[in-house]
């Protein structure tokens, strides 16, 4: 096998519009399509209805040793065995404990195609693309290496949390939460594509895991200590309110935020993904209200930032009395994380300075909540531990504007078209598809893959348009 | 060495099966995307390995342990083959050279291990190339996969499947890509499919 990059071996692959001495740089000017099968990558023909990849993604993802076999042969298998990619998909579903003949049924296949899978014959790619998204797989290597297996630790923690006593994950959270960590991942892989500083700003910010849990002692405490470091490495002020949460810790911070709906009192969750970190925030329940959900997002980012691996183990997931009510927080990151959360969005300094100015009465929480952004009920909890007594004993009935803080903390999710693409690749998920369209470095067809829009082109455009007007404007 | 392929004009029955079929699809320059090295426009030899598939059973080539369904496996036991103007020659694609070298169609030029379907043809036209895998005398399993004569649709070359089971053998075909049609597969995918001769 030859890696020689001969001017004629470069043209056969790439095209006669193409130029420059390496594969590289000829692949960013070809308009060569090839074209990604179940088992074998091939150029485009008038007929092929296929995944189509730009030269660009066809070099990434096999190299030029793979792609450079196309100058003599009609295709270049990609499967490194007969087993593949049944094997990977089946070990996955196993892990994860989830009935996969269920699941694809709600993906696109037919029985036809289940047939087809269990026989090891030949099915759509993208068919297998999107269930291998919704199993937290990395579906470009899909049998062509190991890497597509995806985390395998992460799986595992997946099936052992639905099978806790305490808080047991059904399926449908499982899928949701597997397809977020696919979505954290590949969001970082295309900020990485990027060449985005996104994916260094936590590092550059100078953060670093601190597994001080206050044990013994008060884990508050530390908590509190985090939260002001965190406002201090961000060159945010000491008593300032934080406006837009999310925008922050997924502009600043780079961070991937993925919102999901579930009909559950699942809140929120802190996942890990190959080393890729981001948080999931479900959207139904009480997160409805933007100030419960900025409380959830910061309760996970307190998380995210300080919890070393060996605490985080992947996955951490959080239901919303976990939140609501720290009283009921059992372990030492949970109650550390809830303490980050309240006092990083409302210094309990500054939460007193303004309930005493504006009178220490009803008035006075309302303005600790419309300056902070927080709930009523963190607000009395937080206020209550400033005094260290029961200063707010009944909680009264004040009006609290959650609707102002709506857009800062939406990212224009609910405007999206067309409204078959998930609620969880909206957003900035989309708009890093649209960048890396923009930048010839995916495919239309890529584009369609990753929103899930399929090969309508229409939908394509449209969530296309959606994402540049609501999203990246 | 080049010139003229070594024909053998046979009454075979592969070559009568055959006879629609090259009517229907008439020989056709070499199709390389790029072109061929030198050596792999050498005439091979008989004396080099390549034997007429003239009808079953052909007990004369290597036969095959595990299906060819991935590219290892695939590689073992791989045969190409030609449809001339009046046979189908038919090599192992990895011969041991070794102390074979001066068997080598191309002596000892090249590092090269791999004979090309070129060295069938000596870089002449063909009707129609592909790959083979011997199960046994009389079970095969074909694909029109050749980057220089390869068929390119299912309708063509089902009629070459039509010939091979004319004339005794089972076979299995490897088909094309479902998500791109005139491209040939070149390995199993799923349990092997076989047709022979209805009785």
């Known amino acids: ?473 | 060495m080049t010139g003229r392929p070594d024909t053998l004009e046979n009454q075979s029955p592969l070559n009568d099966a055959l006879q629609t079929y090259r009517q229907n699809y008439p020989e056709k320059e070499m199709n390389p995307r790029i072109a061929p090295e030198a050596h792999h426009m050498i005439q091979m030899e008989r004396v080099s390995g390549w034997s007429d598939l003239s009808g079953a059973p052909a007990n004369q080539f290597i036969t095959i342990s595990s299906l060819p369904n991935d590219e290892e496996t695939a590689k073992a036991g791989r045969h190409l083959w030609v449809i001339r103007a009046n046979d189908v020659p038919t090599a192992l694609e990895y011969r041991p050279w070794g102390d074979d070298r001066a068997l080598c169609p191309w002596g000892d030029t090249s590092d090269d291990d791999i004979i090309k379907h070129s060295n069938l043809t000596g870089g002449a036209p063909a009707h129609s190339g592909g790959e083979i895998w011997f199960c046994s005398g009389t079970k095969i399993i074909v694909n029109a996969y050749s980057g220089r004569y390869g068929a390119s649709s299912r309708e063509e070359f089902e009629l070459i499947i039509e010939a091979l089971i004319q004339c005794g053998f089972e076979v299995a075909f490897m088909g094309f890509d479902a998500e791109n049609s005139e491209v040939p597969n070149s390995i199993l995918l799923g349990e092997p499919e076989w047709r022979k001769k209805s009785d």
Request: hydrophobic letters at 35%; aromatic letters at 6%.
């Open chain 1, 1 to 473: 096998m030859t890696s020689v990059y001969s001017n004629q071996s470069l043209t056969a692959i790439f095209g006669q519009e193409s130029f420059g001495v390496t594969p590289s740089e000829r692949a960013k000017s070809s308009r060569q399509v090839f074209i990604r099968s179940q088992h074998q990558l091939s150029f485009a023909t008038p007929s092929a209805t296929g995944r189509q990849l730009n030269a660009i993604e066809a070099l990434t993802q096999f190299g030029w040793e793979k792609l450079s076999e196309l100058q003599h042969r009609p295709s270049t298998i990609l499967i490194r065995s007969g087993e593949e990619p049944y094997k990977t998909i089946l070990d996955r579903a196993a892990e994860l404990d989830v009935n996969w003949e269920k699941i694809v049924l709600h993906l696109g296949w037919t029985r036809n195609h289940i047939e087809d899978f269990k026989k090891r014959r030949q099915i759509p790619f993208r068919l297998l693309e999107r269930l291998a998204q919704r199993l937290a797989l990395q579906e470009q290597s899909l049998g062509f290496d190991s890497s597509a297996a995806g985390d395998r630790v992460l799986g595992q923690r997946l099936k052992a949390i639905r099978n806790q006593t305490d808080f047991k994950l059904t399926e449908s959270i499982v899928l949701l939460l597997s397809e977020s960590a696919w979505t954290i991942g590949k969001q970082i892989y295309l900020a990485e594509l990027l060449k985005s500083n996104s994916t260094t700003a936590i590092r550059d910010l100078g953060f670093n895991v601190d597994p001080d849990y206050g044990e013994p002692g008060p884990t508050w405490r530390i908590g509190f200590r985090l939260a002001e470091k965190t406002r201090e490495l961000l060159k945010i002020g000491k008593n300032d309110p934080i406006n837009g949460l999310k925008d922050l810790v997924e502009t600043k911070l780079g961070i991937p935020v993925i919102q999901l709906e579930h009909e559950s009192d699942f809140a929120g969750a802190t996942i890990s993904n190959g080393g890729r970190r981001g948080i999931a925030i479900n959207l139904r329940g009480a997160n409805g209200n933007a100030l419960v959900r900025r409380m959830t997002l910061a309760h996970e980012l307190g998380h995210l930032l300080w919890d070393p691996d060996t605490q985080l183990n992947r996955l951490v997931v959080d239901r919303y009395g976990d939140i609501e009510d720290p009283s009921k927080s059992t372990t030492a990151p949970e109650k550390r994380a809830n303490a980050f959360a309240i006092q990083f969005l409302a210094p309990q300094n500054a939460v007193k300075q303004v309930y005493e100015d504006n009178g220490r009465n009803p008035e006075g929480l309302s303005a600790v909540i419309s300056t902070f952004g927080i709930s009523k009920s963190a607000a009395i909890q937080h206020i209550n531990n400033a005094y260290q007594t029961h200063e707010i004993g009944k909680s009264p009935h004040i009006e609290t504007e959650a609707d102002s803080w709506e857009g800062g903390e939406s990212l224009g999710v609910p405007l999206f078209k067309p409204s078959s693409v998930a609620v969880t690749r909206r957003g900035r998920f989309a708009s890093f598809v649209v960048q890396a369209l923009d930048r010839g470095l995916i495919s239309k067809d890529t584009v369609g893959a990753l929103l899930g829009c399929g090969q309508n082109q229409e939908e394509i455009n449209q969530a296309v348009d959606s994402t540049r007007k609501y999203v990246m404007s």
